[in-house]
């Protein structure tokens, strides 16, 4: 296959640190060529490069084998490659017509012409099959739909490469597929697209080809008949893990939470009973919607419960507020954790030592030893990758804000750890460091409750596996029971097979 866009030689240096060395690689026309790495790699700065928003120090960047030079995101728009990122950008008050042409807008003397951006809009919106109004508000469209406005924007533009950063990570399994159908679709009719995304089985079902990068050089290429999960781990970490998940199965101990009797406000029409025992790594698994995270949010007081009993280390607890949970021994790692687990453009120790600020404090004043003190603690045995405690947590990676999260709570000492989504969007190599810490925390008698959407992490990492449909828990599964097919079945509402 001919290449369309070939990119060779590429250097990038910021401040004390080499992004980019010589990184090379080709996208023929009408193919999806995965690019994958772990945080730090140097995915971002590459993509960046090639839509205009950076430019290299060093390197080449070929359009249908000529040469160009790409010194903004106007210039890389001109070239047909547009960058979709992961952070959606639209204008969320305006209407789906008006953000594809947004700064665009066909004109007659002066004035929008709004019959034009509407004709031009559907068709966009009809190659992304996205069946609404180019009046609606964006605002008013789910999140998959709006992914699906920011590929026929890029379209617009007449795109001839799109390059899609981490593109399902917001969306439902529904979307998901949807988007799938769409990338198909796009590569069927020439559109090349870059794709980079850290869920490994969606490389698995779209890539014609990967490129892998390691610490900011090329590490190596799969072809299609190349391309398994092993293959792309191996690339990835430079080294084998054959041993990914590092759960060890211990004896549990004694009960630490009992959960009798609980409605949720979402699903006030199911009890919710079972227990956690100290050392016990437990999987809550479910479709989207099944009320996994409604569950963590009641339980850590978020959404207090309707009705229902909690008991924590064989004491009955009232828990309305997230204050009464921490009391009560519990924390709770949220899906979100940008809007709901940090603060995000404070400092690292001051993110570290948040939840312990009221017991550190000093007649009412902050206790500034017990904050550094926590901060150099966590940050060690975190193992966060900062410049300094003083670094704001904006600018670290997925994997290392991550781990802000879990050092905050961990400070607390609880018996109760509750994570939801603890893996999304980080890297192969920090999800590693996750599942050891989870193992870590097990063999010191924390409980440990966690949601996952992706299968092969809640088989991999847990004891049992309590599954969830439609707010109530259709069933449990012991380790030995575990499989995808076992646990779906039970996610879909389908009565357990009677021996």
Same mark, same amino acid.
């Not at 687990?341 to 404090?361: C, E, F, K, T």
């Given at each position: ?34 690019? /994958? ?133 917001? /969306? ?62 191996? /690339? ?264």
């Amino acid at each position: 296959m001919a290449s369309l866009l070939e990119v060779s030689g590429i250097c990038k240096t910021f401040p004390g640190v080499r992004a980019l060395h010589r990184v090379g690689f080709d996208v023929g026309e009408g193919e999806v060529v995965a690019v /994958l790495g772990e945080n730090g790699a140097g995915k971002s700065t590459l993509m960046k490069i090639l839509a205009g928003v950076q430019r290299a120090d060093e390197g080449v960047i070929r359009m249908n084998g000529n040469e160009i030079e790409v010194r903004s995101v106007e210039e890389a728009l001109s070239r047909g490659i547009a960058l979709i990122h992961q952070e959606l950008n639209l204008a969320t008050n305006l209407s789906v017509g008006a953000n594809i042409f947004l700064g665009r807008e066909p004109t007659t003397f002066g004035f929008i012409h709004e019959k034009e951006i509407t004709t031009r809009a559907t068709h966009y919106l009809e190659k992304v099959g996205l069946e609404v109004s180019p009046s609606t508000l964006v605002g008013d469209l789910a999140i998959g739909q709006q992914q699906l406005v920011e590929i026929a924007k890029a379209l617009s533009t007449d795109a001839k490469v799109l390059i899609m950063d981490e593109p399902t990570s917001s /969306l439902s399994q529904k979307e998901t597929e949807r988007l799938f159908t769409v990338v198909k679709d796009l590569r069927s009719r020439g559109v090349s697209i870059i794709y980079i995304s850290h869920r490994l089985g969606e490389v698995i079902e779209l890539a014609d080809r990967v490129v892998v990068l390691r610490d900011g050089e090329n590490a190596g290429n799969l072809e299609k008949s190349e391309i398994s999960h092993d293959r792309m781990v191996s /690339l990835m970490v430079g080294r084998d893990l054959s041993q990914f998940y590092a759960h060890d199965p211990q004896p549990p101990g004694e009960v630490v939470l009992e959960v009798s009797g609980l409605r949720t406000p979402v699903h006030p029409g199911h009890e919710i009973n079972f227990t956690l025992r100290a050392g016990e790594i437990v999987g809550l698994s479910g479709l989207v919607g099944a009320g996994r995270t409604e569950l963590l949010q009641t339980l850590f007081g978020i959404t207090p419960a309707l009705q229902g009993q909690l008991t924590v280390g064989g004491t009955k607890r009232s828990i309305v507020n997230p204050r009464s949970a921490i009391a009560a021994g519990l924390a709770l790692v949220p899906e979100d954790r940008k809007q709901q687990g940090l603060i995000i453009d404070m400092a690292v120790a001051d993110n570290l030592s948040l939840a312990s600020l009221a017991r550190d404090q000093r007649s009412g004043f902050l206790n500034f030893d017990a904050e550094r003190n926590i901060s150099e603690e966590m940050t060690r045995r975190m193992r966060i990758k900062t410049p300094s405690s003083r670094q704001i947590v904006r600018y670290l990676s997925g994997g290392n804000q991550q781990k802000v999260v879990l050092g905050k709570w961990l400070a607390m000492k609880p018996s109760v750890l509750l994570l939801d989504e603890p893996t999304r969007g980080i890297d192969i190599g920090a999800k590693r460091e996750i599942y050891a810490l989870m193992e870590e925390l097990s063999e010191q008698g924390v409980a440990i409750l966690f949601v996952s959407s992706e299968l092969e992490e809640v088989i991999g990492m847990s004891d049992r596996v309590l599954v969830m449909h439609e707010g109530k828990i259709s069933g449990e599964l012991a380790r030995e029971e575990l499989s995808e097919e076992a646990i779906m079945r039970l996610a879909t509402g389908r009565v357990r097979d009677v021996a």
